[in-house]
């Protein structure tokens, strides 16, 4: 069963940097891009990035360019997001999602929750 | 503000159909594929309709995808109280080489 799990909830200080985990099973990790989107509080989704796991190629959106860097481990299956330079609009939840085709998000993580607060 | 428009609410009976429309240019939804999800609140979002109107295994037929130019939409039969939640279509922004969510729409079943 394709499945990704998420690290638990973080609660950081302004000004600091968060890095959240996300396990891939199911699938060969090495043959799908990896995308990381989050959500404000009652707000919606936006597309932060993607990674490509065979090659570690990174394709970032414009807002966060110079702030994030997403990595990869295939020892572990595991894909990785930082962001760093955090403030309180960098609360939300963040997620990670396989690209299954063209661009079509399947399945993604269960979420986690970073909370920015001095 | 999304690039890509959609409806903030839009609400029908059990049994009934509705539509969500979802808005956007030549540079994303004219030249590229559109997904949508469902949201339920406190949960992940799941693909419902990839490629502008293929569904995954498990989603039922009651789940539709179309697409004209610029604009596509999901429509959606035999409303179920299972049904309500947040529905947001997705798609690649090709001038910027990212992706791109439209703002979502809020489902109520009556």
């Known amino acids: 069963q394709v499945h990704l799990v998420q690290s638990g909830a973080e609660v950081k200080r302004p000004g600091a940097s968060v890095r959240v985990s996300c396990k891939a099973s199911?699938?060969?990790?090495?043959?799908?891009?990896m995308h990381w989107i989050r959500q404000a509080p009652g707000q919606g989704l936006e597309w932060m990035g993607w990674?490509?796991?065979?090659?570690?190629?990174?394709g970032y959106a414009q807002k966060f360019h110079g702030r994030v860097t997403m990595t990869r481990d295939t020892s572990i299956s595991t894909v990785y997001m930082e962001l760093n330079s955090l403030t309180s609009d960098d609360t939300a939840i963040y997620y990670c999602?396989?690209?299954?085709?063209?661009?079509?998000?399947?399945?993604w993580g269960q979420g986690t929750l970073v909370t920015v607060s001095s | 503000q999304s690039v890509l428009t959609q409806p903030p609410s839009v609400s029908a009976a059990p049994g009934q159909k509705v539509t969500i429309s979802c808005s956007g240019t030549?540079?994303?939804?004219?030249?590229?594929?559109v997904s949508w999800y469902h949201q339920i609140p406190g949960t992940a979002p799941k693909l419902l309709i990839f490629?502008?109107?293929k569904r995954p295994s498990g989603i039922p037929d009651r789940f539709s995808g179309s697409k004209s130019g610029t604009s596509a939409t999901l429509g959606i039969t035999g409303l179920q109280t299972g049904d309500e939640g947040d529905y947001y279509c997705?798609?690649?922004?090709?001038?910027?080489?990212?992706?791109?969510f439209g703002g979502g729409t809020k489902l109520t079943v009556l």
């Open positions: 999602a396989r690209d299954w085709t063209y661009k079509a998000f399947d399945p």
């Open positions: 199911g699938f060969t990790f090495t043959a799908s891009y």
């Open positions: 990674i490509n796991t065979n090659n570690s190629d990174t």
């Open positions: 030549t540079s994303n939804i004219g030249n590229n594929y």
């Open positions: 490629e502008d109107n």
């Open positions: 997705g798609t690649w922004e090709s001038s910027l080489n990212s992706g791109l």
